[in-house]
């Protein structure tokens, strides 16, 4: 079996359009929503990890930085066939050993209700109203690093 790694790539990057594939296949397809819509505004601005094996990306999590110390955690996937396998948390923890080299300090995010616990057991909290966002709802979490 290859081996799983971990690298952080820029939409130049040969394993971006497999993130691209990924994000549609995991976040956006299920929700009906259009190929065209899985692009953010911020996609160059942004950090991406992928975690990849032959060639094939298997996990993604973007980081968006929004001032010097902080910014936003967003498109948090794993291949559905890999869930539940400690990916999802690898993924998060080594994005945060990378910002914490970067100085940053402080992380927010948008979780799906759903992945509220998900993101718990990585130290967010919840604040604020729930609200809706891609037609579900969600909660907005943070934690400082
Ligand atoms: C959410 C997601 C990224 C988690 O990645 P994963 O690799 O499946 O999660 P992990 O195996 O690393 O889970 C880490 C811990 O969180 C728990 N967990 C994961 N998903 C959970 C969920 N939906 N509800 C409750 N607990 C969850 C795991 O049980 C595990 O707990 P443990 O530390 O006690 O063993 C992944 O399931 C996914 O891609 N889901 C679909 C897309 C999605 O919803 N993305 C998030 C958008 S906000």
Redesign the pocket.
């Known amino acids: 079996m290859t081996d799983l790694r971990f690298d952080f790539i820029d939409p130049r990057h040969p394993l971006y359009e497999g993130e691209l594939e990924l994000r549609f296949r995991?976040?956006r397809e299920p929700l009906g929503h259009a190929r065209e819509d899985v692009k953010f505004p911020f996609e160059n601005e942004s950090l991406h990890l992928v975690a990849h094996a032959g060639g094939v990306v298997q996990?993604c999590?973007l980081f968006n930085p929004e001032d010097a110390h902080s910014g936003r955690l967003?498109?948090?996937?794993?291949?559905?066939s890999?869930?539940?396998?400690?990916?999802?948390?690898?993924?998060?923890r080594a994005l945060e050993d990378e910002l914490r080299k970067r100085g940053f300090r402080h992380v927010h995010?948008?979780?799906?209700a759903?992945?509220?616990?998900?993101?718990e057991?990585?130290g967010y909290a919840v604040y604020d109203e729930p609200f809706v966002e891609v037609g579900i709802p969600?909660r907005h979490m943070q934690r400082d690093l």
């Open positions: 995991v976040l996990g999590v967003f498109q948090m996937a794993v291949l559905p890999l869930q539940g396998k400690g990916l999802g948390a690898k993924l998060v995010l948008h979780a799906r759903p992945v509220v616990p998900f993101y057991r990585l969600h």
